[in-house]
């Protein structure tokens, strides 16, 4: 145990097979398996300090500090003191350790309020309260309604019928719909009995922890029987209880050993690329440190021997120091002369700028989320200059791009459309402003919200196309309904599309109340009636759609069907095909609105056709061989000469605006992966709707293959279609070029626009080592890449693979706990704060309320955030090798004796005070174009992909341009100032003059220089140039008064030199060529680049120039329509097997008791409403809306029509 009493894992031998005990904590103790603490943190008190200094050496500036720090402490070779390099360091790690430290102590926090959470453990036959962190592997606890699921549990038994439990598993997953769990008969007798619980001494034997969330393989041994154990009877850690009284679990895996905390990946130290980067110019910057150090060493030994013994009559040589001595003692002493090349004020100045930049982060409006009361959050202040730097986005789909709410916003029946979706573009008269008004209807769901009157007219108007219509939907599901109080239901459904339309179907009038295994209650427009269910042809990926076969209160047999459009037309009747084709334009319509869409068809039964096939439905039910082709075959059978009802068309609504942020992401080069756990058909229609996927795409591959050959080759097909001239070959670049253990894939044009589908178990096959360069490279040269039905591991893994391979940065966004391990292994982790809980924003680097507002985190902040830091490294760097170029040129001519060209004072005072602020307003304030321009070109955002602002090229450009000013700024005033006099005729040629003026050229060079670099000028930069400048003099001449001489006449030396030098003409002029000439190349270079080769940048400064500073206007955030063929299949995210679940009985809460319809009789006799929309008539093509379609064969329910309709 640590101090913190977390560190609760022993090593101990890999587990092959967990074996326990129920009641039995000393047999249990015996294997030394985890606690169900948990731990997140990275230190405790005692690993803290050596941890944390251990992570920050190993930026080599820091250790290169630390033995600068050595040398000076040595009096024979340092001419600086010592605490001129050890107050900045301590510093510099002290403030770096405080922040780290806060975080952990946060990290802490968290884990104790996880660890002490209370829960109900039975303990000597007696319930006790324990905190989460004691409880056991073994041990049997009690569960409430909603609450957490302590560890990965046996359900043993619940309060409900069959001993079922319903848990939202939204925190494993991301889905927010119920899932259903049920004990094993033998465990659900022992009740709440705590004698029998007490007394329960079962043996479980399972597989060993592991990261599967959708897999769970064991055996219970109990009384002398063995009973298999799967998926289905075990609770997760990370769940929650709903609807449920009471359960009791048995303890299998616990703290870090449940399935949640395996996957949720190691937390890394993470450092952006312009750090990676600067560690190696930094030990480039050593090594040619290294080597002045030593020609001017070299140059000390030969002035010693040929020039120095001449001096030696009036500077005689202490004892024992020969010229090879002096030489090493000159050799240290330079390298700290010269360690001005990389000052500690860099890091410091560094640190700061990325502070301010993460303020801007935090207090940026747009992207404040009003509704949550959710403002962005930089949780980490080191990154942000690699948000300009993006190349790949991986996506969680569900709470992340999508809001997990379905909403049921279209519809066609018979020919007739109907709705609207809230910001189409129709003409508003068709738009009524105001929701239809269901208070006619008791029961009706207030949160339903649609906007078409013409289709509530049309219900009251006893429609029968209409009724049938609702009535297929309120009949056709597996849904169950809950009602505790009096009219208000609330839906279990396995999915939230089957929950839209029964809520749909309940708000117009036709409410599912209850069932039981063999009937179906619903209320028809006031009037209670019970459907006899006798049979549900259940869904599966092949069939793609439902069918229930029930008999009406009158005695009908009717089939009633949902599905596919396609597979559904398949079956229709002939008599169908006019009214399919209407349907089809209106499919085509929702579908290109990104809408999911259903068909809906019904026929009725013959009575002795249904008993003949409901006896052959008995004998393939229980038939052992080939059970499930058998009842295929049957439901082939009857679902054929379908007649047409219509379709629905469900919206899976996207979280605001981001079919714009993934069309402006594109449109920076920026590449969106998403990967989640639902089935691949949701996730394809989601990718359609979010403008990730397009019909112009040249094609779309679909990856899912069950074994390692069928992967592979459907990945070589894929390559071959896009690339088939190399697609035997794969481009990878040197194990050298690269530097790392791992090749690096070259980025591949390809002619055309592709997609890349892969579902979860072709992944895991995609991911073996075999056969990732093949998956990395197909999924590369797709624009957009959608992983399906994957595991939180493979998120990371899929992380990992690009991060290996790709010379990319990556970024990773997710709201659930199923997205932390994605979030750890991306470069940058974003979290959303939505409706799944806090598990991601707390392991995220940055945090907000919307998809949406990454694309200004990415392509305002982030590029400002790099460009930034590019600018201010390359001035940085030029300003101070310009400084220190000028003690090696004038080494020259000071016999190499380490005497420093400029006043002490002006070495101190250079980084710390004369050009700190300058280069930190520029840090923090410049901007190349605003940001309504960066959204109006998100190219912009391609040149920090390509790391073109600051790079090694770069980096060597502003060495050479130092190098040039240096040469200049010694020896013009140097050129200056020989046989030169005063206007007095006294002489001004010694060294302190020449110091001042050396550095009164220096200081203006580097100011200019620094105007130059500035693109965006305000107040405050204005004030800080002129305002360091002005403070350079006054420091000056306060330093080399007469009153500071007489203070400290040591410290001071340089008495009077102000007064002497700065009053004559020929310094100012000197100055001003020196100014001139430094400038003056880089001037003539950036003109000629500018008109010759300008850059993106260039040509939209250019423009915003032109536009004199009016940024252009917003664009309108319009939805996006595309025009399809492609339609989505039956209720994605359905599963199969609740039709058996339902018909078992096993899948029952309690019944309900009878209860009053609550409804007013609301059929012809209803008067007092007047038609509209579309109900009148109207369109806004012309067409007559209310009127039959034309041609169209009359259906056999039209036939049952006993009431005539009457004229509008």
Request: glycine content about 6%.
């Amino acid at each position: 145990m640590s101090f913190f009493g977390l560190d609760c894992v022993r090593k101990r031998e890999p587990e092959l097979e967990r074996k326990l005990q129920a009641n039995d904590r000393e047999f249990n103790l015996s294997f030394r398996y985890a606690t169900n603490a948990i731990k997140t943190s990275k230190y405790n008190v005692f690993t803290f300090l050596p941890l944390n200094l251990f992570e920050q050496f190993q930026r080599i500036a820091n250790a290169y500090f630390l033995v600068l720090l050595v040398l000076q402490v040595i009096p024979q070779i340092s001419s600086l003191s010592w605490f001129t390099t050890v107050v900045p360091l301590i510093l510099v790690l002290s403030v770096t350790a405080a922040k780290d430290a806060i975080d952990d102590i946060n990290r802490h926090r968290s884990d104790n309020r996880v660890n002490n959470r209370k829960v109900q453990v039975l303990i000597d036959r007696k319930l006790c309260s324990e905190t989460w962190m004691n409880v056991q592997v073994g041990d049997i606890i009690k569960l409430e309604n909603n609450q957490f699921v302590t560890a990965d549990l046996l359900l043993l038994s619940s309060s409900e019928p069959l001993n079922l439990v319903y848990v939202e598993t939204a925190e494993l997953d991301g889905e927010t719909n119920l899932k259903v769990r049920q004990a094993l008969p033998v465990t659900g007798e022992l009740g709440e009995d705590i004698g029998k619980l007490a007394d329960f001494n079962g043996e479980v034997r399972c597989e060993p922890p592991n990261n599967r969330l959708d897999r769970f393989t064991g055996t219970l041994t109990f009384a002398g029987q063995k009973y298999s154990l799967d998926n289905e009877k075990i609770l997760l850690r990370g769940c929650t209880l709903r609807n449920t009284e009471w359960c009791f679990g048995l303890v299998l895996f616990a703290g870090p050993e449940t399935k949640l905390m395996q996957n949720c990946g190691k937390s890394m130290f993470k450092r952006t690329s312009i750090d990676r980067l600067m560690n190696i110019l930094v030990l480039c910057i050593f090594g040619f440190l290294a080597f002045m150090c030593f020609v001017l060493a070299i140059g000390n030994y030969i002035w010693e021997t040929n020039e120095g013994s001449g001096f030696t009559v009036f500077l005689p040589r202490e004892d024992g120091v020969s010229a090879g001595f002096s030489t090493f003692l000159t050799f240290w002493s330079y390298i700290i002369i010269l360690n001005t090349v990389v000052p500690i004020s860099l890091y410091v100045s560094v640190e700061i700028i990325r502070l301010g930049n993460s303020f801007y982060i935090d207090w940026d409006r747009k992207m404040y989320h009003a509704n949550s009361d959710t403002p962005a959050e930089a949780r980490t202040t080191t990154l942000n200059e690699e948000l300009g730097q993006i190349k790949y986005v991986f996506s969680d789909k569900t709470g992340t791009l999508t809001q997990n709410i379905m909403v049921f916003n279209k519809c066609s029946i018979n020919g007739k459309s109907y709705g609207y979706v809230g910001d189409d573009q129709r003409p508003e008269i068709f738009k009524s402003k105001n929701a239809v008004d269901f208070s006619f209807n008791p029961l009706a769901d207030p949160r339903f919200v649609f906007h078409d009157h013409s289709l509530v007219e049309a219900v009251k108007l006893e429609s029968p196309e209409v009724h049938t219509f609702f009535r297929l939907l309120a009949l056709c599901h597996t849904v169950m309904a809950e009602e505790k109080t009096e009219g208000e239901l609330s839906y279990q459904a396995q999915s939230p599309d089957e929950g839209a339309l029964v809520t749909a179907a309940r708000n117009f009038g036709f409410v599912f109340r209850s069932r039981t295994p063999g009937s179906i209650s619903i209320v028809e427009m006031g009037n209670q009636l019970s459907y006899e269910l006798l049979a549900i042809l259940d869904f599966n990926n092949v069939r793609k759609r439902m069918s229930v076969i029930v008999r009406s209160p009158e005695g009908k047999l009717s089939l009633y069907c949902k599905g596919a459009d396609t597979l559904i037309y398949e079956k229709l009747h002939p008599s169908c095909s006019k009214l399919m084709d209407l349907t089809t334009e209106h499919l085509n319509e929702f579908a290109g609105e990104g809408l999911r869409t259903l068909a809906l068809a019904y026929k009725d039964l013959d009575e002795e056709y249904f008993d003949q096939w409901k006896r052959r439905h008995h004998e393939a039910s229980t038939s052992l061989d080939d059970r499930e082709g058998q009842l295929d075959l049957l439901y082939e059978e009857i679902e054929k000469d379908l007649l047409l009802l219509g379709a629905t068309a469900i919206e899976d609504k996207l979280q605001d605006g981001v079919p714009q942020t993934i069309e402006q992401l594109a449109k920076a080069d920026i590449k969106v992966w998403v990967l989640t756990g639902d089935k691949q058909e949701t996730a394809e229609n989601i990718g359609y709707s979010c403008n990730l996927l397009r019909e112009e795409m040249t094609e779309v591959f679909v990856i899912s293959g069950h074994s390692v050959d069928e992967v592979h080759q459907e990945l070589r097909t894929a390559l071959n279609a896009m690339k088939p001239e190399t697609a035997e070959d794969s481009v990878f670049l040197s194990e050298a070029a690269t530097g790392k253990g791992a090749e690096a894939a070259e980025d591949e044009a390809v002619s055309g626009d592709y997609g890349l589908v892969i579902n979860g178990h072709s992944l895991a096959y995609a991911l073996e080592h075999s056969m990732e360069l093949d998956f990395l490279r197909t999924a590369c040269l797709c624009k957009a890449v959608i992983c399906c039905r994957v595991t939180p591991l493979q998120k990371a893994q899929v992380v990992e693979l690009v991060k290996k391979y790709k010379r990319a940065v990556t970024l990773a966004i997710g709201d659930g706990a199923n997205d932390v391990s994605m979030i750890k292994a991306a470069h940058i982790g974003v979290g959303i704060s939505g409706q799944e809980g806090m598990q991601a924003v707390l392991s995220s680097d940055y945090s907000f309320a919307q998809f949406r507002f990454l694309q200004r985190l990415l392509l305002v902040h982030g590029r400002w955030s790099y460009l930034r830091m590019c600018k201010f490294l390359r001035y940085f760097f030029y300003k101070n090798f310009t400084f220190t170029f000028v003690h090696f040129w004038f080494a020259f001519f000071c016999g190499f004796s380490a005497q420093t060209v400029y006043d002490e004072w002006f070495i101190t005072l250079y980084n710390l005070m004369y050009t700190a602020l300058p280069v930190l307003g520029m840090g923090l304030f410049d901007q190349d174009v605003s940001s309504s321009w960066s959204f109006q070109y998100p190219q912009l955002y391609v040149p920090g992909q390509r790391n073109l602002y600051f790079s090694k090229r770069a980096f060597f450009k502003c060495a050479l341009h130092s190098c040039y000013s240096s040469l200049l700024l010694f020896f013009i005033p140097y050129a200056a100032l020989q046989d030169t006099v005063r206007d007095d005729g006294k002489d001004v040629a010694d060294y302190q003059s020449f110091a001042l003026l050396t550095q009164t050229c220096l200081m203006f060079a580097v100011s200019i220089q620094l105007g130059l670099e500035m693109s965006y000028w305000t107040a405050v930069n204005t004030f800080f140039v002129l305002g360091s400048l002005a403070m350079y003099f006054a420091v000056t001449f306060t330093l080399y008064s007469n009153g500071m001489f007489l203070i400290l006449p040591a410290a001071f030396p340089f008495l009077g030199t102000g007064r002497n030098s700065l009053s004559q003409p020929s310094v100012w002029l000197t100055v001003l060529l020196t100014s001139i000439l430094c400038v003056l190349p880089v001037v003539t270079y950036r003109f000629l680049l500018t008109q010759l080769c300008p850059s993106i940048n260039d040509k939209v400064m250019f423009k915003a120039r032109q536009a004199k500073a009016t940024p252009p206007p917003p664009s309108q955030r319009t939805r996006i329509r595309r025009t399809s063929s492609r339609r989505s299949g039956y209720a994605f995210s359905h599963a199969q097997g609740y039709g058996d679940l339902v018909t078992s009985g096993r899948y029952l809460r309690r019944p309900a008791v009878p209860r009053p319809s609550g409804f007013a009789n609301m059929g012809r006799a209803t008067t007092g409403f007047s038609p509209m929309g579309r109900s009148a008539g109207y369109s806004p093509t012309g067409r007559p809306q209310n009127a039959k379609a034309q041609n169209v064969e009359v259906t056999s329910l039209q036939m049952y029509r006993t009431i005539q309709e009457p004229a509008l």
